[in-house]
């Protein structure tokens, strides 16, 4: 006599499912994690290489880091570090940042890509860039270089000025202290203890989407890694962390920085802690 197979009832099937929903429900937000810990990773990873092509380049030019951006019509191709540091690196994406792979624009039409969102990058830069920014055409990249480690070419006012605040090498003392690259909307960043903070993420993009205005604090006041709402700053003693937002102000950017004008941590809005 023939028995009878014996299947799944429909509450064991039903079972099945809701034991598989919660294992999923438990397991993508920690695959979510994970993922981006991974990314903040080889973010970190990428500005350790920067730390090392800076420090070449330094060696190469009696300590000086280059002149960059300052401002005048002194600037130009390749005092920008895009460019300065191109013998010491040879993968342009090193200049990316996972969470920000694809640049604001893909055309060479204009002379800079200016991002609207923290997951892009900045550029590509323009066929005139050479002449307004300093930098060659086709540029792009998710990180910018503290420019008050910049070193004003001589004739500059910025050089000439008794009160210079530009560090200029990378041997200075409390390197540790001082940040050399960091995550960014843009080339180059000039924070100021009295830079503003805004009350949504999106407003930093209302306010500082001219490369020309707020060049300091509000380009890397993003979201790039929001998990914990950090930034990843490499400072000139070649040491990488990730940093809170609204910590950035307290760090020792130029030499006249001044601690005492920095905001209270109560007075920034939630998204920046």
Not at 165 to 178: E, F, G, L, M, N
Request: charged share 15%; proline share 8%.
């Amino acid at each position: 006599m023939l028995k009878s197979k014996k299947g799944f009832t429909l509450i064991e099937l039903l079972v099945v499912i809701g034991i598989i929903a919660v294992l999923m429900a438990i397991l993508i937000p920690a695959l979510g994690t994970a993922r981006e810990q991974a990314k903040m990773v080889v973010c970190k990873s990428n500005l350790k290489q920067w730390a090392t092509v800076s420090m070449l380049f330094a060696q190469n030019n009696d300590g000086f880091m280059p002149a960059g951006w300052m401002g005048t019509t002194l600037t130009k191709l390749g005092d920008q570090w895009p460019d300065a540091f191109k013998p010491y690196y040879q993968n342009a994406n090193l200049r990316l940042c996972p969470n920000a792979i694809r640049a604001a624009t893909d055309c060479l039409i204009t002379s800079n890509g200016w991002p609207r969102a923290a997951n892009q990058a900045w550029g590509k830069f323009g066929t005139d860039a050479g002449i307004t920014w300093g930098m060659g055409a086709g540029n792009y990249g998710s990180y910018a270089i503290n420019a008050w480690v910049g070193n004003p070419l001589p004739q500059s006012t910025q050089f000439q000025n008794k009160s210079n605040p530009y560090w200029r090498k990378v041997d200075v003392p409390k390197a540790s202290t001082i940040p050399l690259m960091v995550d960014s909307l843009w080339v180059d960043i000039w924070p100021t203890p009295a830079d503003p903070y805004y009350n949504t993420p999106i407003q930093v993009f209302m306010f500082a989407s001219n490369p020309g205005k707020t060049p300091g604090m509000p380009r890397a006041s993003i979201l790039r890694h929001p998990k914990g709402h950090k930034i990843n700053v490499l400072f000139l003693d070649s040491s990488t962390i990730d940093v809170k937002i609204y910590k950035l102000w307290g760090l020792r950017w130029h030499r006249g920085y001044d601690f005492t004008l920095i905001p209270p941590e109560n007075e920034f809005p939630s998204w920046y802690k």
